[in-house]
């Protein structure tokens, strides 16, 4: 199943587990809409056929849906009854913390076989160096801003760019350096109002004539990224200050080849920790090699922000 926010290389990653299954004459079984499909039994039996010619294909095909009945011990109970109606062993959970968290929960109620796949273009779980989409995240982002700096530099402005990473700001760190941001403003790093004016400042006497300062949706430092920009526009009323919010582009799109690739390494790992005898653990990308995390790490651990890169970050915005 897919479950949460969709996020590209899904399906690339759907298609590495029914072709795992294949390769090992496992019957694979999809599970359409997450969680409320789950207590629904919409199920469908998925071939090697049924995957051909998705992985360049950003969503998600077997869908994706929030459920709140599923965070009741009630719906739980309906869940695991449509399980073993259908005669289904074990599931594969490719999502993000949320997702791993009713896996956990479901495993600890019924001791049902889950393993996790990390897919959420945040990057914000803990176990893998990189989560599925979010490396097509950034490209998008990059993409996006290049095209916004082509009409500030030739109207004198100041934007403001809001990205998504909710309470993480992986997105809008390493977007922000990659396409040449002045700041990036994240919710790890209290950068306040008097510092953000203070730089702004600084680039105008520098000679910049425009700027880009990158905004993660969870940060803190204004209630809202538009009342942000009235704040500077009054403090700093040289600057003509517009805001561009990204929203669910981000989140669509034909996956990189990062992604894809990732999202099959981890579906085939997958499958194969499955037939070891493993469950309630989550599969990630450490080093360029395949590791294991318990799904309880996975979900409540912290996935540190790169240090270094904001250092880089403060030199570049000179």
Known sequence: MTSGG???????????????????N??????????????????????????????????????????????????RVKAFQQLKTAEI????LIGGDGTFTGGMIFNSEFNFPCIGIPGTID????????????????????EVIDKIRDTASSHNRLFFVEVMGRDAGFIALNAGVGAGAE??????????LD???ESLKRSKRSGKSSSIVVVTEGEKIGKSVFELADYVEENLPQYEVRVSVLGHMQR????????????????????????????????????????ITELENAVKGHHEINKELLRVSDIMSI
């Open 195 to 197: 510092r953000l004016l």
């Open 252 to 291: 669509g799109g034909s996956p990189s080849c990062f992604d894809r690739v990732l999202a099959t390494r981890l579906g085939v790992k997958a499958v194969e920790l499955l037939l070891d005898g493993k469950n309630n653990v989550m599969v990630g990308l450490i080093n360029n090699n395949i590791e």
């Open 26 to 75: 496992i019957e694979c079984v999809g599970i359409y809409r997450g969680y409320q499909g789950l207590m629904e039994g919409d199920f469908i039996t998925l071939t090697s056929r049924h995957v051909s010619n998705i992985i360049n294909r950003g969503g998600t095909i077997l869908k994706s849906a929030r459920s709140t009945e599923f965070r009741t011990s009630e719906g």
């Open 123 to 142: 990057n914000d779980i803990f176990g893998t160096n990189f989560t599925i989409g979010y490396d097509t995240a950034l490209n998008t982002v990059v």
């Open 183 to 192: 700041e990036i403003l994240i919710p790890e790093e209290d950068l306040g």
């Open 89 to 92: 062993d074990a599931m594969v």
């Open 6 to 24: 969709d996020a590209p290389g899904m399906n690339a990653a759907i298609r590495a587990v029914v072709r795992a299954c294949a390769y090992y």
